[in-house]
């Protein structure tokens, strides 16, 4: 039992593959689009809104130990309330993943399987989903945990290995389309923070819960820092990326890398890595989904949930009929489901969910 | 019953396998190495009815008694005529029997006809496509792109995609041509901070050589198809093409080309002919390094732009005659002023040429100009692409030439 118990750093690389994922497709540009020249400073006042989340987040769930947000939504508002958000979360873990395959997929279907019918790469994606959630939940995390590094590492190699075509000034002028722009609709960048969904899941799986806290500073100083070496290696390679949406714009970033005739077409490698990522995420998301319906469910095992999980999301990412609804969806729908589902509706719960229990012990103290 | 489960899970797996290997069999083939002809070269010329007449350049595949030969790398050469570069490389598809891949395309020919009506489309489309590389080098012939293509034959090298890929690095020790390619040109093509420019590159015919003549101070303002070298290189690609948004507005010779690289700061080092103060009507030979990077400073003054440029060098003396005193702290100091005096009339006059004939702002001043504004909307509102014509330039250059290589005193 202890085995499957996660440490700290296996959780802080949980939180990362959110951030992680969603920056591979189009949350970068995204970023860019929104605060243009004035990117960095919006992603550095952003990151300080999310950390505040963060520990408002920990202060709020520290009260009920060892419960995600579907135990204290039942201690909430009782059986029916529970199936209601647990619902509502499983469809944004599903829907995410659906958003995510899908516009990974059209990118490598354009880059590598020009003449297969997209449905067979969502295939794939789909059977790894199962064959990954027939393990432990801790065997999935240990893979991610083992990815991470690797990950990190190449987008710091990446960041590094574009520094010659880099242009320092495309910060200026530095406020952008202006204050507004910077920090009012640019309040709209702490959708990249998305990641902090997993901090309301991760109680019962802690091996130190007491280390909650460390988890929630780390993994968002760490995806910050992640963050920047994305949307800075866009911002200060490319000009037209505020004006024109590329497919996979890290992906066009890593083919400028070259080391002379030595080392050329290294793109290949971080597909490959970007592919393994995205089979980490999907088997995360659709786990956390089957947990909530297993709970849901009353039921002892949640694998046999996991196909059902994996045939939704298969199901929704083939339903965009083309590229510009599937990327509607991760730019616009996305977003905004974070703003109302984790943001909003989650630290909801978890208020009431305290107001309730201090009202339960004043009472009883009286 | 287990049995029965193990049996059936065997042949689940079984047919994943096959819808798999269906699936993605159709890729495979459509990239498989039997079906593809890898481009080097493409060519893009202008031609009647709006149509395009486009070069495709294959290399021939080499057998192992052929691999000592000495003659030029064999190429094969085709020439399509389209209306569109997608429709050219269909036609040629159907033609050759393979697909057309343009993965290992090195370079991207446009001759300067098609270049002075504008290239928005077929940079945009090249840009777009997934396969040609944003490194591909972009060269505007002054002939056509077609006679570029076909006769340009690299002599050291065996390998044409070598050739391609390699010959602009000559910029970073001439500073004759510059080093550009696909993937810069578009970005500047859609910055409004910058405008694009390509290498400039022409095949030198025995007219050109027979009309250039020798002079140390004239031979560094060659640039394509006015070559002063003859010899078995007949592509000549000294000089660079400027562009005003899509359209080619002019080009700036050797020694232009040399002073936008200084100002870029790549250049790792060049040799420039300076007066020699020793002696009249002499000239003298420096290899000039830059000290450190130029310090570029721009200042919207009463509405136009002043642009202050200071650059450094070092310099070791390269010609030496007898009799010549290089210990000597005056000559040193002498050459330096000349040095200073050249290079400064020299930028100048190509920044002056930039703004004032071509209004176009190659060298990505509009970077630093956007110091002077707090936010996109006033940087946009003042259109600095269309106020670079009034720019002022302020051009400083300190010189220290430090001594000889080997001989100092003769």
């Given at each position: ?22 920056s ?17 400073i ?5 990151a300080v ?6 520990i ?11 419960c ?6 039942e ?7 529970k199936?209601?958000i647990g619902?509502?979360f ?11 395959i ?5 990118g ?7 003449m297969t019918?997209?449905v ?7 059977i ?11 065997t ?9 590094p690797i990950?990190?590492?190449s ?19 530095i ?7 910077t ?6 960048n702490l ?8 901090l ?10 007491e280390?909650?806290?460390?988890i929630t500073i780390?993994?968002i ?6 963050l ?18 590329e ?10 890398i ?11 490698v ?17 786990k ?8 849901m ?28 609804i599937?990327?509607?969806m991760?730019?616009?729908?996305y977003?905004y489901?974070?703003?109302a589902i ?23 103290n009286? | ?9 065997k042949?689940?797996?079984l ?6 290997m ?15 002809a890898?481009?080097?070269a493409?060519g ?5 009815n ?40 269909n036609?040629?598809?159907?033609h050759?029997g ?7 395309c ?21 840009t ?38 390699t ?16 993937g810069?040109?578009?970005?500047s ?32 303002n ?14 000549d ?18 020694l232009?080309?040399?002073?936008f690289l200084t ?11 300076v ?7 002499a000239?003298?030979?420096i ?11 721009v200042k ?7 642009i ?44 002056y ?36 014509k ?12 430090k ?8």
């Amino acid at each position: 039992m202890a085995n499957s118990k996660i440490t700290v750093p296996e959780a802080i690389a949980l939180v990362l593959t959110v951030f992680v994922a969603h920056s591979i497709i189009s949350m970068p540009q995204d970023i860019l689009a929104t605060t243009k020249s004035s990117t960095l400073i919006n992603l550095t006042y952003v990151a300080v809104i999310a950390l505040l989340i963060g520990i408002l987040i920990y202060k709020l769930i520290k009260n009920f130990p060892s419960c995600d947000i579907i135990d204290i939504s039942e201690y909430l508002g009782g059986k029916v309330f529970k199936t209601i958000i647990g619902f509502i979360f499983m469809f944004y873990f599903i829907f995410s993943s659906s958003v995510i395959i899908r516009n990974f997929s059209e990118g490598l279907k354009e880059i590598f399987y020009p003449m297969t019918n997209i449905v067979f790469i969502l295939l794939a994606f789909a059977i790894t989903c199962c064959i990954t959630n027939r393990f432990e939940f801790s065997t999935n995390i240990k893979v991610n945990l083992i990815l991470m590094p690797i990950i990190l590492i190449s987008i710091l190699f990446l960041f590094t290995s574009n520094i010659q075509n880099f242009s320092l000034r495309r910060v200026l002028p530095i406020l952008g389309d202006g204050i507004y722009s910077t920090f009012i609709t640019g309040l709209g960048n702490l959708g990249a923070f998305g990641g902090i969904v997993i901090l309301y899941f991760l109680p019962p799986f802690l091996k130190e819960p007491e280390k909650l806290k460390k988890i929630t500073i780390a993994s968002i100083f760490i995806g910050t820092v992640y963050l920047f070496l994305c949307v800075g290696t866009l911002l200060f390679m490319f000009s037209y990326l505020d004006q024109i949406e590329e497919l996979l714009p890290l992906y066009s970033a890593s083919r400028y890398i070259e080391f002379g005739t030595f080392l050329q077409r290294l793109e290949s490698v971080f597909l490959l890595i970007w592919v393994l990522e995205i089979a980490c995420y999907l088997s995360i998301f659709t786990k956390l989904s089957s947990l909530i319906l297993k709970k849901m469910c009353n039921c002892n095992d949640s694998r046999p949930f996991a196909y059902i999980t994996s045939v939704l999301v298969f199901s929704i990412s083939v339903l965009p009929a083309n590229n510009a609804i599937a990327g509607l969806m991760e730019s616009m729908v996305y977003k905004y489901l974070v703003f109302a589902i984790v943001f909003f509706l989650g630290i909801s719960i978890l208020l009431l969910a305290n107001i309730k229990k201090r009202r339960t012990l004043n009472v009883s103290n009286k | 019953m287990s049995q029965i489960s193990n049996i059936l899970k065997k042949i689940f797996i079984l047919i994943i396998i096959i819808v798999f290997m269906i699936g993605f069999s159709y890729s495979y083939k459509a990239l498989s190495i039997d079906n593809v002809a890898f481009l080097i070269a493409l060519g893009i010329d202008s031609s009647d009815n709006n149509n395009y007449q486009f070069t495709f350049q294959f290399t021939k595949p080499i057998s192992s008694g052929e691999s000592g030969s000495s003659e030029a790398p064999p190429s094969i050469d085709y020439i399509v005529n389209a209306s569109s570069i997608g429709s050219g490389i269909n036609l040629l598809n159907a033609h050759i029997g393979k697909e057309i891949n343009l993965s290992h395309c090195k370079l991207v020919v446009i001759s300067e006809e098609l270049a002075r009506k504008g290239i928005y489309k077929e940079i945009y489309t090249l840009t777009n496509d997934i396969e040609l590389r944003p490194s591909s080098n972009i060269v505007i012939s002054k002939c056509s792109a077609n006679y570029y293509i076909t006769n340009s034959k690299p002599v050291f090298e065996n390998l044409l995609p070598n050739y391609y890929e390699t010959f602009p690095n000559s910029s970073e020790f001439t500073g004759y041509n510059v080093k550009t390619n696909i993937g810069d040109f578009f970005d500047s093509l859609v910055c409004t901070s910058r405008e694009p420019y390509a290498i400039l590159g022409g095949i030198n015919s025995e007219s050109a050589n027979a009309s250039t003549s020798i002079n140390s101070q004239k031979d560094v303002n060659e640039k394509a198809n006015s070559s002063p070298v003859e010899g078995n290189v007949n592509s000549d690609n000294s000089g660079m093409a400027v562009f005003k948004n899509d359209v080619l507005v002019g080009e700036l010779n050797s020694l232009e080309t040399l002073c936008f690289l200084t100002v870029q700061n790549k250049v790792d080092h060049f040799l420039i002919s300076v007066p020699n103060p020793d002696e009249k009507n002499a000239y003298v030979d420096i290899y000039m390094t830059p000290d450190i990077a130029p310090k570029i400073d721009v200042k919207i003054v009463n509405g136009t732009p002043y642009i202050k440029v200071k650059l450094k060098f070092e310099g070791n003396i390269y010609s030496v005659a007898k009799n010549t005193n290089y210990l000597d702290n005056s000559i040193l100091n002498k050459l330096s002023e000349n040095c200073n005096s050249y290079l400064e009339s020299n930028i100048s006059n190509c920044l002056y040429k930039t703004s004032k004939n071509f209004k176009s702002d190659i060298n990505g001043f509009g970077f630093y100009a956007r110091d002077d504004f707090l936010t996109l909307n006033d940087y946009k509102n003042y259109n600095w692409n269309y106020k670079y014509k009034d720019a002022v330039f302020d051009i400083t250059v300190e010189s220290n030439v430090k001594s000889s290589f080997l001989l100092n005193q003769t």
